[in-house]
Structure formats: C-alpha cells, structure tokens
C-alpha cells in the first residue's frame, strides 16, 4: 500500500483565488511528521511547511496552511491567494519515528498546480 | 553558507560507464540522503547516512553505492549505468535533533542520461 497518496495529477486556479492540494497518507507508527514541498519548474525542492503527529494546531506558514485531520489521515495543503509564482510542483511527504531524529521520508507522487492570471 | 551543494548539474553516460556524483554541505547537518525523482513521480530514497561512517540502503539501492568519510561529503557511485538508471539525483541533508520539524535541505539537482 502507499504510504503517500496525492490524488490529483494537476490543478488549475485563478491567480487570488485559495486552492487545497489533497494528500491522505498511511502509517502505523503513533509519531510521524507531514512535509510539503514545492518544486518549481528550475527543479529545486523548496520546503514549505510541516505538521507534527502530535501538534495540537494546524500549521500555517505565511500564505500556506496544513488542513491536517488525524482520524482521516489527511495533511492537506492550503495556498490561500494564488500567485503566479505558485506555478509548480507540490510533493507531499511523511517522516515516521517522529521523535527518533531518524528521518528518511516517503514522497507523494505530487500535484502540478497552474496558477493562471 | 552554500547549503547543499552537487556535481554536475548534468551528464550523460554510456551504458556501461560508471560515474560519481558528488554532494556536499556546509551546515554541519548528521543526516545526508541520496535520492532518485524519475519523470513524472515523488522522489525516492538510495542511500542515506546519519553520519560519518554510517551508511544504510533506502528504498532503491540497486546499481548505486555510497560512502562518508566527513560530515560534509556524501557522493553517489553509479558502477555500469543502465538506462533504468536515467533521472534526476537530489542529494539532501538535515539535522539530527530528537523532536521538531528538522526539514530536509536540497540540492539543485543532477540530472543524468543513460543512453
């Protein structure tokens, strides 16, 4: 079974306009952490946020936000007010062993978002 | 501080040929990590180490080995490349710490061509 699965391919939004980005994941392990990366066409992995198992909150970085809903396992991703800049690739990924300071992750397949004006 | 750093940003091999891509990183960071995105997909883990000496096989080892003789360097060895092994190389790192985010930082990127 995977362990990071992001349903879709790609997403098209309006530039203004807040997109989710969907990732459900499965693990076993009590601990584990949620990442999101973005890629952008140049190639470079540019993290963006992270979500601990055991966060009591929501994460939010700037523009991004982590709509995490442990019974669900989901991390989804929120860009509220699109840039162009947003244009890219978005990889969801887990760490499991949270508090281990082992930290190999599992990537999604990702999402291609296009932000058009 | 250069973050991580790789060489080359491309190459093409023969089959057959073998080659080393090479990674190094400038914040002191345990934990170092090889891995492989082939077009279209997530990335996948090679090799990791978490820390001078220690190496252990991730998800795709086959055909690549790896060695860390310093904190700082981590190369990726291809021994006869084989089109299978045609993608992009990130190389990462991160810290060690026993509880917070402790993000991976990235490499640009390699990207190589078995043909």
């Known amino acids: 079974a995977q362990k990071i699965t992001q349903t879709q391919p790609g997403m098209f939004v309006q530039e203004k306009e807040a997109v989710t980005l969907d990732c459900t994941y499965d693990?076993?392990?009590?601990?584990?952490?949620l990442f999101w990366y973005k890629q952008p066409s140049s190639g470079e992995m540019i993290f963006l946020i992270y979500?601990?198992?055991?966060?009591?909150q929501n994460a939010t970085e700037g523009r991004y936000s982590l709509n995490f809903q442990k019974a669900r396992k989901s991390a989804n991703l929120v860009i509220s007010a699109s840039q162009l800049g947003d244009s890219a690739m978005y990889f969801c990924?887990?760490?499991?062993?949270?508090?281990?300071?082992?930290?190999?992750?599992?990537f999604g397949k990702g999402t291609m978002l296009l932000v058009s004006p | 501080n250069a973050g991580v750093t790789q060489t080359p940003k491309f190459r093409i091999l023969k089959i057959g040929q073998s080659m080393t891509l090479q990674c190094t990183q400038d914040?002191?960071?345990?934990?170092m990590y090889w891995y492989r995105q082939d077009p279209g997909m997530g990335l996948k883990l090679i090799y990791y180490?978490?820390?001078?000496?220690?190496?252990d096989k991730g998800e795709v080892p086959n055909g690549y080995n790896v060695s860390r003789s310093t904190t700082e360097d981590f190369p990726l060895r291809l021994e006869l490349a084989a089109p299978s092994q045609t993608s992009v190389y990130f190389c990462?790192?991160?810290?060690?710490?026993?509880?917070?985010?402790?993000?991976?930082?990235f490499g640009p990127g390699t990207r190589l061509t078995v043909t």
């Open positions: 180490s978490v820390g001078a000496g220690i190496t």
């Open positions: 990462a790192s991160s810290y060690s710490r026993l509880a917070g985010t402790y993000e991976q930082y």
């Open positions: 990924a887990m760490r499991e062993g949270h508090f281990t300071g082992y930290s190999t992750l599992t």
């Open positions: 979500q601990g198992s055991y966060d009591q």
């Open positions: 914040m002191n960071h345990n934990y």
């Open positions: 693990t076993s392990d009590p601990s584990y952490g």
